[in-house]
Protein backbone atom coordinates (compact mmCIF):
# COMPACT_ATOMS: atom_id res chain seq x y z
CA UNK A 1 0.00 0.00 0.00
CA UNK A 2 1.13 3.21 -0.72
CA UNK A 3 2.21 5.61 2.12
CA UNK A 4 3.59 8.86 2.96
CA UNK A 5 5.35 9.74 6.52
CA UNK A 6 5.87 12.95 7.51
CA UNK A 7 8.16 13.62 10.79
CA UNK A 8 8.40 15.41 13.40
CA UNK A 9 4.67 16.23 13.82
CA UNK A 10 5.93 19.64 15.38
CA UNK A 11 8.48 21.97 15.40
CA UNK A 12 9.22 24.59 16.98
CA UNK A 13 12.49 26.69 16.02
CA UNK A 14 13.34 30.21 16.89
CA UNK A 15 13.60 32.71 14.08
CA UNK A 16 17.16 32.29 12.29
CA UNK A 17 17.29 28.53 13.73
CA UNK A 18 17.63 26.30 10.92
CA UNK A 19 15.78 22.84 10.64
CA UNK A 20 14.71 19.84 8.33
CA UNK A 21 11.29 18.14 7.59
CA UNK A 22 11.28 15.08 6.68
CA UNK A 23 9.03 12.94 4.46
CA UNK A 24 9.53 9.10 3.76
CA UNK A 25 7.28 7.40 1.54
CA UNK A 26 6.83 3.45 0.19
CA UNK A 27 5.14 3.65 -3.13
CA UNK A 28 4.53 1.62 -6.18
CA UNK A 29 6.14 4.12 -8.67
CA UNK A 30 7.43 7.08 -7.64
CA UNK A 31 5.44 9.66 -10.24
CA UNK A 32 6.40 12.87 -8.49
CA UNK A 33 6.83 14.16 -4.83
CA UNK A 34 5.06 17.18 -3.85
CA UNK A 35 5.58 19.83 -0.75
CA UNK A 36 2.60 22.33 0.24
CA UNK A 37 2.50 25.19 2.61
CA UNK A 38 -0.94 24.92 4.63
CA UNK A 39 -2.14 27.81 6.89
CA UNK A 40 -4.86 27.10 9.31
CA UNK A 41 -8.19 27.26 8.09
CA UNK A 42 -6.68 27.83 4.36
CA UNK A 43 -5.74 25.46 1.25
CA UNK A 44 -2.41 24.33 0.59
CA UNK A 45 -0.64 26.29 -1.44
CA UNK A 46 2.07 25.10 -3.71
CA UNK A 47 5.29 24.83 -2.93
CA UNK A 48 7.64 22.42 -5.22
CA UNK A 49 7.70 19.33 -6.89
CA UNK A 50 10.04 16.55 -6.97
CA UNK A 51 10.51 13.87 -10.32
CA UNK A 52 13.65 11.80 -9.45
CA UNK A 53 16.42 11.29 -7.08
CA UNK A 54 18.85 13.76 -6.84
CA UNK A 55 16.64 16.39 -7.62
CA UNK A 56 16.71 19.65 -5.72
CA UNK A 57 14.60 23.08 -5.90
CA UNK A 58 14.84 26.34 -3.97
CA UNK A 59 12.68 29.28 -3.30
CA UNK A 60 13.62 31.90 -0.72
CA UNK A 61 14.43 30.29 2.38
CA UNK A 62 12.83 26.97 1.31
CA UNK A 63 14.57 23.70 -0.32
CA UNK A 64 13.55 20.44 -0.90
CA UNK A 65 15.41 17.10 -1.62
CA UNK A 66 14.64 13.66 -2.94
CA UNK A 67 15.93 10.25 -2.49
CA UNK A 68 14.62 6.99 -3.53
CA UNK A 69 13.10 6.53 0.31
CA UNK A 70 12.59 9.79 1.62
CA UNK A 71 12.38 13.69 0.88
CA UNK A 72 13.97 16.99 2.84
CA UNK A 73 12.42 19.80 3.11
CA UNK A 74 15.32 22.58 4.21
CA UNK A 75 14.44 25.61 6.14
CA UNK A 76 17.37 27.97 6.25
CA UNK A 77 17.32 31.18 8.69
CA UNK A 78 13.32 30.97 9.48
CA UNK A 79 11.24 33.89 9.87
CA UNK A 80 7.83 34.43 11.96
CA UNK A 81 5.87 34.32 8.44
CA UNK A 82 7.22 30.63 7.49
CA UNK A 83 4.98 29.27 10.48
CA UNK A 84 2.32 27.08 9.25
CA UNK A 85 1.47 23.32 8.40
CA UNK A 86 3.97 21.41 5.61
CA UNK A 87 2.23 18.45 3.86
CA UNK A 88 4.18 16.17 1.54
CA UNK A 89 2.59 14.24 -1.20
CA UNK A 90 3.35 11.61 -3.70
CA UNK A 91 1.39 10.62 -6.73
CA UNK A 92 2.36 6.67 -7.77
CA UNK A 93 1.96 4.08 -9.81
CA UNK A 94 0.88 3.99 -13.91
CA UNK A 95 -2.88 4.82 -13.60
CA UNK A 96 -4.80 7.40 -15.98
CA UNK A 97 -5.30 9.74 -12.32
CA UNK A 98 -3.08 12.81 -10.40
CA UNK A 99 -4.40 11.32 -7.09
CA UNK A 100 -1.97 12.46 -4.33
CA UNK A 101 -1.39 10.61 -1.11
CA UNK A 102 -0.67 13.33 1.59
CA UNK A 103 1.09 12.59 4.50
CA UNK A 104 -0.36 14.54 7.82
CA UNK A 105 2.18 17.79 7.97
CA UNK A 106 4.43 18.90 9.96
CA UNK A 107 3.49 21.65 12.21
CA UNK A 108 6.13 24.56 12.46
CA UNK A 109 6.37 27.12 14.36
CA UNK A 110 9.04 29.96 14.14
CA UNK A 111 9.32 32.62 17.21
CA UNK A 112 10.57 35.85 17.30
CA UNK B 1 -5.33 35.49 -12.99
CA UNK B 2 -8.26 33.62 -10.42
CA UNK B 3 -6.78 30.96 -8.66
CA UNK B 4 -9.27 27.77 -7.86
CA UNK B 5 -12.12 29.31 -6.20
CA UNK B 6 -14.69 27.47 -3.78
CA UNK B 7 -17.91 28.21 -2.63
CA UNK B 8 -19.39 28.46 -0.09
CA UNK B 9 -16.41 29.09 2.57
CA UNK B 10 -18.46 28.03 5.39
CA UNK B 11 -21.72 25.56 5.31
CA UNK B 12 -23.10 24.23 8.55
CA UNK B 13 -26.03 21.25 8.00
CA UNK B 14 -27.70 18.90 10.24
CA UNK B 15 -27.55 15.28 9.88
CA UNK B 16 -29.45 13.13 7.48
CA UNK B 17 -29.16 16.33 4.84
CA UNK B 18 -27.38 16.45 1.90
CA UNK B 19 -25.13 18.96 0.74
CA UNK B 20 -23.46 21.00 -2.29
CA UNK B 21 -19.87 22.20 -2.92
CA UNK B 22 -18.97 24.07 -5.87
CA UNK B 23 -15.37 24.62 -7.57
CA UNK B 24 -14.15 26.89 -10.30
CA UNK B 25 -10.45 25.65 -11.51
CA UNK B 26 -8.38 28.34 -13.13
CA UNK B 27 -8.81 29.22 -16.32
CA UNK B 28 -7.77 26.90 -18.76
CA UNK B 29 -7.19 24.00 -16.15
CA UNK B 30 -9.25 20.62 -17.25
CA UNK B 31 -8.99 18.92 -14.25
CA UNK B 32 -10.60 18.98 -11.07
CA UNK B 33 -10.20 16.96 -8.06
CA UNK B 34 -11.56 17.21 -4.28
CA UNK B 35 -10.24 15.81 -1.19
CA UNK B 36 -11.68 15.94 2.48
CA UNK B 37 -9.22 16.85 5.14
CA UNK B 38 -10.31 16.26 8.61
CA UNK B 39 -8.64 18.12 11.70
CA UNK B 40 -4.95 17.01 11.98
CA UNK B 41 -5.01 14.68 9.30
CA UNK B 42 -3.60 15.35 5.60
CA UNK B 43 -6.28 15.47 2.71
CA UNK B 44 -7.69 12.39 1.80
CA UNK B 45 -8.46 12.02 -1.79
CA UNK B 46 -12.21 11.84 -3.11
CA UNK B 47 -12.17 11.82 -6.79
CA UNK B 48 -10.68 13.24 -10.20
CA UNK B 49 -12.86 14.63 -13.17
CA UNK B 50 -11.40 15.68 -16.46
CA UNK B 51 -13.31 16.23 -19.48
CA UNK B 52 -16.31 15.82 -17.59
CA UNK B 53 -15.40 11.93 -17.25
CA UNK B 54 -14.41 10.35 -13.34
CA UNK B 55 -11.17 9.55 -13.69
CA UNK B 56 -10.36 8.74 -10.20
CA UNK B 57 -12.18 7.49 -7.30
CA UNK B 58 -10.81 7.45 -3.62
CA UNK B 59 -12.31 5.04 -0.73
CA UNK B 60 -15.68 6.74 0.10
CA UNK B 61 -19.08 5.69 0.40
CA UNK B 62 -21.66 6.09 -2.55
CA UNK B 63 -23.30 9.11 -0.57
CA UNK B 64 -20.90 11.18 -2.11
CA UNK B 65 -20.98 11.64 -5.39
CA UNK B 66 -19.43 14.90 -8.34
CA UNK B 67 -19.83 16.03 -11.75
CA UNK B 68 -17.96 17.72 -13.94
CA UNK B 69 -19.67 20.91 -16.23
CA UNK B 70 -18.60 21.71 -20.04
CA UNK B 71 -17.03 25.04 -18.63
CA UNK B 72 -14.46 22.61 -16.27
CA UNK B 73 -16.46 23.38 -12.99
CA UNK B 74 -17.67 21.31 -10.43
CA UNK B 75 -19.59 19.73 -8.21
CA UNK B 76 -19.43 17.68 -5.32
CA UNK B 77 -22.48 16.61 -3.37
CA UNK B 78 -22.83 14.69 -0.10
CA UNK B 79 -25.57 12.81 0.95
CA UNK B 80 -27.46 11.45 4.28
CA UNK B 81 -24.79 13.53 6.40
CA UNK B 82 -22.41 12.16 9.68
CA UNK B 83 -21.11 13.79 11.71
CA UNK B 84 -18.18 12.11 10.39
CA UNK B 85 -18.51 14.46 7.64
CA UNK B 86 -17.59 17.68 8.80
CA UNK B 87 -14.20 18.59 7.35
CA UNK B 88 -12.53 20.80 5.38
CA UNK B 89 -13.25 20.41 1.47
CA UNK B 90 -10.90 20.87 -0.95
CA UNK B 91 -10.71 21.38 -4.68
CA UNK B 92 -7.97 20.96 -7.09
CA UNK B 93 -7.10 21.90 -10.31
CA UNK B 94 -4.57 20.41 -12.72
CA UNK B 95 -3.73 21.27 -16.37
CA UNK B 96 -4.66 17.31 -17.77
CA UNK B 97 -5.23 14.18 -16.34
CA UNK B 98 -2.12 12.93 -15.18
CA UNK B 99 -0.75 16.37 -14.69
CA UNK B 100 1.12 16.42 -11.52
CA UNK B 101 0.91 19.95 -10.35
CA UNK B 102 -2.21 20.17 -8.48
CA UNK B 103 -3.58 23.78 -7.03
CA UNK B 104 -5.92 24.23 -4.18
CA UNK B 105 -8.92 26.52 -3.60
CA UNK B 106 -9.33 27.84 0.21
CA UNK B 107 -11.65 25.33 0.69
CA UNK B 108 -15.18 24.83 2.21
CA UNK B 109 -15.45 24.01 5.48
CA UNK B 110 -18.74 21.79 6.17
CA UNK B 111 -19.90 21.26 9.77
CA UNK B 112 -22.71 18.56 10.45
CA UNK B 113 -24.34 18.95 13.84
Known amino acids: EDQVTQSPEALRLQEGESSSLNCSYT??????LFWYRQDPGKGPEFLFTLYSAGEEKEKERLKATLTKKESFLHITAPKPEDSATYLC?????????????FGTGTLLAVQP | DAGVTQSPTHLIKTRGQQVTLRCSPI?????VSWYQQVLGQGPQFIFQ???????GRGNFPDRFSARQFPNYSSELNVNALLLGDSALYLCASSLGQENTEAFFGQGTRLTVV
Open chain 1, 89 to 101: AVQAGGGATNKLI
Open chain 1, 27 to 32: VSGLRG
Open chain 2, 49 to 55: YYEKEER
Open chain 2, 27 to 31: SGHKS
